[in-house]
Every structure is written in C-alpha cells, then in structure tokens.
C-alpha cells in the first residue's frame, strides 16, 4: 500500500511569487485535506477536496486556492507569496471527508520558504 | 469555536518512566478527540483516536489516553518511556464547525526521553 507522497520536498521562493505543490493521495483514498504548519505551532486546516470539489476551508486567503484531479491527487497553489507563508505545508487523504471512521494520513510535507 | 490546549510545550522524563502529556480542548459539542506524533522532518502518524464509545481509548505503541467529559480533558499516558518515543506529539480535536472534516490541533508538546 503507497502512502501519501508530496514534492517537492524542499522549496525556496521570493515574495509575490507564485507556488504550486503537489500531493499523491493513498491508494483508495478518494479525499484529501491540506494543512499549513508554521515553526513551532501546530498544523492549521486550509481545505478539504471531495471528489474534485472544494469541500470545507479554514481560515485562509482567496490567494490559497487547490485542485484535486480525476485520480485523487491534489495541488496546493498559493499566490503572491508572502514571508508568512513559510511553513511545512501537509497534505493528508482519507478514505471519506469525516472523521469518525476515516482518519487522516499525512504525508510528510513541503517545506516552503519564502525570502 | 473548538480550540485545543496542551499544557507544557516541553515535557522530559526518564527512560522508564510514566509518559504524561496533557490536552484539553472547548467544544459545543460532543467531539471527535485525537493524538498524532510528529518525528523530525516527518508527517503526522496517528497515535490514537476517540470517537464514540468507551472513554478509555488504547492506541499504537502502547499509548493510550482517557476522555473525560467533566474535565475537557484527554490526556496521553504511556506507563513507561522509550527513546524511541522522543518527538513532537500533537492534540487534535474535530467537531460540528468542520462538519467534522478538519482538525484543529493544539501547539503541540515535544517528549525528550532521557537515558
């Protein structure tokens, strides 16, 4: 059984910049979320894609936006950079969106840094 | 809105010794209760998880950890500590906000297991 793979892996980019990262869901998998965590804090939810929609968004600007195609994988792209957007950014799937049976699997995340 | 604290952003014990790492969450409702552990440069794997059911939850690596609706709480013990135990654990809750399809996490509390 593969598990959740993201790249790259490392990343390095310049403020209003443009960045899109790319995750490949667990086989069967047919939902996945992404989360951004900052140095030291906890993850924070962004959004959860559903059979390729948008189902569900924290707290984050319309600059966040995500795909999810035909076979589950997924893309984070984030507009106009900002320092504040230097974070391990994790992307996790899950068999159904809720949580009471399907439990997040994380990949082990995009570390983005932006100078 | 939910909200997770983990009290002690550092916790260090004996090899040995009783793991006690603390969490307490606000919730309107009742909620979906999680811990996840996060070694160094990695995702978040899933320790353990309460959903319904009976309070006293047991998890991988001998964790476990006890919902107690009285007191917000939902501690993670583990009778006795290995080395291999050392890493940054996380406290999540999920509940009606999300439609139960996201996680908020606590700030997280790093083990240091000491020989």
């Known amino acids: 059984e593969t598990g959740v793979t993201q790249s790259p892996t490392h990343l390095i980019k310049t403020r209003g910049q443009q960045v899109t990262l790319r995750c490949s869901s667990q086989?069967?998998?047919?939902?996945v979320s992404w989360y951004q965590q900052a140095l030291g804090q906890g993850p924070q939810f962004i959004f959860q894609y559903y059979r390729e929609e948008e189902n569900g968004r924290g707290n984050f600007p319309p600059r966040f936006s995500g795909l999810q195609f035909p076979n589950y994988s997924s893309e984070l792209n984030v507009n106009a950079l900002e320092l504040d957007d230097s974070a391990l950014y994790l992307c996790?799937?899950?068999?159904?969106?809720?949580?009471?049976?399907?439990?997040?699997?994380f990949g082990n995340g995009t570390r983005l840094t932006v100078t | 809105a939910q909200s997770v604290t983990q009290l002690g952003s550092h916790v260090s014990v004996s090899e040995g010794a009783l793991v006690l790492l603390r969490c307490n969450y606000s919730?309107?409702?009742?909620?979906?209760l999680f811990w996840y552990v996060q070694y160094p440069n990695q995702g978040l794997q899933l320790l353990l998880k309460y959903t319904t059911g009976a309070t006293l939850v047991k998890g991988i690596n001998g964790f476990e950890a006890e919902f107690k609706k009285s007191e917000t709480s939902f501690h993670l013990t583990k009778p006795s500590a290995h080395m291999s135990d050392a890493a940054e654990y996380f406290c999540?809750?999920?509940?009606?906000?999300?439609?139960?399809?996201?996680?908020?996490f606590g700030s997280g509390t790093r083990l240091q297991v000491q020989p």
């Open positions: 919730s309107s409702v009742p909620p979906y």
């Open positions: 996790a799937s899950s068999l159904q969106p809720s949580l009471y049976n399907s439990p997040l699997h």
């Open positions: 999540a809750v999920s509940e009606g906000d999300t439609g139960r399809r996201a996680l908020t």
């Open positions: 086989s069967g998998h047919n939902t």
